[in-house]
Each structure stands twice: as structure tokens, then as C-alpha cells.
Nanobody, 121 residues
Framework: QVQLVESEGGLVQPGGSLRLSCVAS????????MGWYRQAPSKPRELVAV???????KYADFVKGRFTISRDNAKNTVYLQMNSLKPEDSAAYYC???????????????WGQGTQVIVSS
């Protein structure tokens, strides 16, 4: 079985920083991309950032220049460094991985359980 486990979020003051991590574990054959999405109450889930296996990255406009996504392929881990946080960044953050497993070589999207980030003074 494949699992994505995120680090704990937390409460951060506006302008502060927080780093999230997510580890993919299990019978993983290949990871094609890993990324972060977020969902605020009463809003749809939205892409924050994604990084492909080769290192190409994509960011939502609302985080460009503030958030940085990185990846350690050897550890099947993706990070999201969040700086200059704003109250509107408050949301549940979900890790996502597009990967194939040894038990089923087809590609599927896997999701973490979500971690809460609250930006407030």
C-alpha cells in the first residue's frame, strides 16, 4: 500500500514562515510528480505548487515569490517552504503524488490526510 504522510502544520503569525514535508512510502515504483494543494472552508481544493521528477516546478500565482517547493527523490519526500504568510493562506494543506506502485504499474493520484495551517495574530 502507498501512503503519503504530511508533517504537522500549525499556527503562524502573519509574515511568518512554516515548512511542510510529505513522505511517500510503500510499494512505490515511480513517482512522476509531487505537489501541494490547499482547501479553505467552503472553498474548492486548489493547486499550490507541484514539482516533477526532473525538477520542473509550477506555482499558483498567489504563492509565487513566497512559497518554494522542493523534493528529495531518494527519500520520496516533498517540501513546501512557506514564507511571508498571510491570513488568506490559512487552509488545510494536502500532499499529492502522481505515482505507480509495484502492485499496479498504472499511474494514480495519491493524497495525504491533510494538515492545517492557520495564519493569525
Amino acid at each position: 500500500q502507498v501512503q503519503l504522510v504530511e508533517s504537522e502544520g500549525g499556527l503562524v503569525q502573519p509574515g511568518g514562515s512554516l515548512r511542510l514535508s510529505c513522505v511517500a512510502s510503500g510499494s512505490i515504483s515511480s513517482i512522476y510528480s509531487m505537489g501541494w494543494y490547499r482547501q479553505a472552508p467552503s472553498k474548492p481544493r486548489e493547486l499550490v505548487a507541484v514539482i516533477e521528477s526532473g525538477g520542473n516546478t509550477k506555482y499558483a500565482d498567489f504563492v509565487k515569490g513566497r512559497f518554494t517547493i522542493s523534493r528529495d527523490n531518494a527519500k520520496n519526500t516533498v517540501y513546501l517552504q512557506m514564507n511571508s504568510l498571510k491570513p488568506e493562506d490559512s487552509a488545510a494543506y494536502y500532499c499529492n503524488a502522481d505515482l505507480s506502485s509495484y502492485t499496479d504499474l498504472r499511474r494514480y493520484d495519491y493524497w495525504g490526510q491533510g494538515t492545517q495551517v492557520i495564519v493569525s495574530s
